[in-house]
């Protein structure tokens, strides 16, 4: 198990945390700990740490609190100063100061290899009773659909290595839960807006992105296509660039 950190404002490599390792961050930590200059951010504003189930934080700072950010479900945690360690169940997250610029001062923290990270993601929403049961077959085999096509890249590119035009669309799906700030699913027109495409295409390959991953139409297929192609690695903001560069949710990621 270990944990994968970036600094978007950083332009050296991700830092990898191993269990029991841990990164300070703040206004003059260096490396990818270095988060920004604004006076809200404490000299030492914090420490994540990697733990046996994903990572830890502890707010140090002298004034403000720290946010983690889940980026797979709606999640949000926030951390008083002088708090913690904290264990954060998140998969994916961003670790930010609080009331400051999010897109200026924050961590990018990637969880790998914990069970209780995985299921954090995987349970999250449609898929996750109130109490627990038994996984009904259909249930089942959504899920087991939903690995496959994680592991088979050629369920969204053609036998060219193109990718499928749907997939530009799943992109722009996607990418506001990819942003910094985490916002609803987008509707038709501001995909449509988004790709360049019209509405009535829109919907057309909506329908192919849910028959690729196998997302039952009947359950909030939107919120269930953008959670398992997030979770799954299927879209991930390098596949941002795809779209065009004058679109308002664009110029949010980092």
Partial sequence: MHIVVSNPAYNGPECRLDVGDELEFGRECGGVGRIGESPTISRRHGTITAVESGYAVEAT???SGIVVTDR??????????????????????????????????????????????????SQWGIDAPPNPRP?????????????????????YRKSNGVYYAWFTVLVALCEPALGDEPGVAPTNQQLA???????????KKLQSIYEALEVDTNERPRDVAIQHAISNGIVTRQHLSMLPDDGPSRRRVR
Avoid: C, Q
Wanted: glycine content about 8%; overall charge positive.
């Fill in 72 to 121: 797979t479900t709606p999640s949000r945690l926030y951390i008083p100063h002088g708090v913690g360690p904290v264990e954060i169940p998140f998969h994916v997250s961003a670790v930010s100061v609080d009331g400051d610029d999010a897109s200026a001062a924050r961590l990018d923290v990637t969880v790998v290899g914990s069970t209780r990270a995985d299921m954090w993601a």
């Fill in 61 to 63: 700072g002298t004034f």
């Fill in 193 to 203: 807006r988004r790709t360049g495409l019209k509405p009535s295409t829109i919907e």
């Fill in 135 to 155: 996984v009904s077959r259909s249930n089942r085999s959504r899920t087991v659909s939903a690995l496959a096509t994680r592991r088979n890249p050629r369920r």
